[in-house]
């Protein structure tokens, strides 16, 4: 199923989103995530409306973003660094999502804002401690895309790396969330700034796969209904500047587009 959340006159909701003729249509609304409180269901009367006319919002309210660095061989080779031994993981704000349509803002704090496109899993249960040998789907509520928006300089000036993930407007996601993708079975992922290509990758070359990121994870910290972990970028990571507009395509999902644009 795919899924979206966006905006109605009663207020954010969560729907099935299913192709009819090549169109796109919000088809019924869906109950929310169990532990996101923004979400109240409206009346039954819904209409079926097509996805290219609602407001999206960002397809999920993250209590925490999980990231991984360095998860992609050409990738941490074009930045100089090693590949890591396991998995390396960095948390996002969650103040810092942003839906798809919606403007990354460039900082004042900053010369060097990278686009960083990445597959992510979106959790469905919370998981604590997944076993070795536990199947990890049953947690899983789908997949979305995330671009994971990068402060360069300040990434390496901070020596961690909190402040250069965690800007507003830093982590856009969307455009939906869906179960019908396997990453384990190679899913292309494109980032193109302007209409160029920049990036381009496949989940099979992901050093650390979903599954172990979740058991690496979990080991440490309890994964909750709406948790976001994007699963690293491959190489081709480059500079925005204002007008621009960066776009991220993950095969069987969709494409996350969003326009730079100066601070205010
Ligand atoms: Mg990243």
Known sequence: MKYCRFQTDAGPQYGEVVERAGTLWIERLLPPFEEDPWTKLASDGFEPVPFATVKLLAAVVPSKIVCIGRNYREHA??????????????????????????????????????????LAVVMGKRATKIGAEEDVRPYIRGYTIVNDVTARDLQKSDGQWSRAKGFDTFCPMGPLVTDEVDPDAGLALETRLNGEVKQHGTTLDLIFGVAALLRHITAAMTLLPGDVIPTGTPAGVAPMQPGDRVEVTVEGIGTLSNPVASSQ
């Open 77 to 118: 080779a074009e930045l100089g660094n090693e590949v890591p031994k396991e998995p390396l993981l960095f948390l996002k704000a969650p103040s810092s999502v942003i839906a798809a349509g919606e403007a990354i803002r460039i900082p004042s704090l900053s010369q060097r804002v990278d686009f960083e496109g990445e």
